[in-house]
Nanobody
């Protein structure tokens, strides 16, 4: 099992920035792609950003391209999501996820508990 714990969420004004962190522990997640998902009230959970083990491949949803940056530090077993130019529509619970199936875009099977991000207008 892989345990994932998110931190860094909070309340921010539109145009502001937040950095989310996800610390992994337990069974090694070596080789696993990692992703950040979000779920707003009444909406489906969506993949916001993903990153391969090496960091050489990344994915971003169109809605966050140019504003969000995903990165990872495998030595620290931590994944980050830097969120800039935040908009009220970015308000959601953000989840960190790991993919033992080694796919970047789907099949994530380990999940954190989520952290709330609220962007006020």
């Amino acid at each position: 099992q892989v345990q994932l714990v998110e931190s860094g969420g909070g309340l921010v004004q539109a145009g502001g920035s937040l950095r989310l962190s996800c610390a992994a522990s337990g069974r090694t997640f070596r080789g696993y792609p990692m992703g950040w998902f979000r779920q707003a009230p009444g909406k489906e959970r969506e993949l916001v950003a993903g990153i391969s083990w090496s960091g050489s491949s990344t994915y971003y949803a169109d809605s966050v391209k140019g504003r969000f940056t995903i990165s990872r530090d495998n030595a620290k077993k931590t994944v980050y999501l830097q969120m800039n130019s935040l908009k009220p529509e970015d308000t959601a619970v953000y989840y960190c996820a790991a993919n033992s199936q080694l796919r970047l875009h789907s099949g994530y099977d380990y999940w954190g508990q989520g952290t709330q991000v609220t962007v006020s207008s």
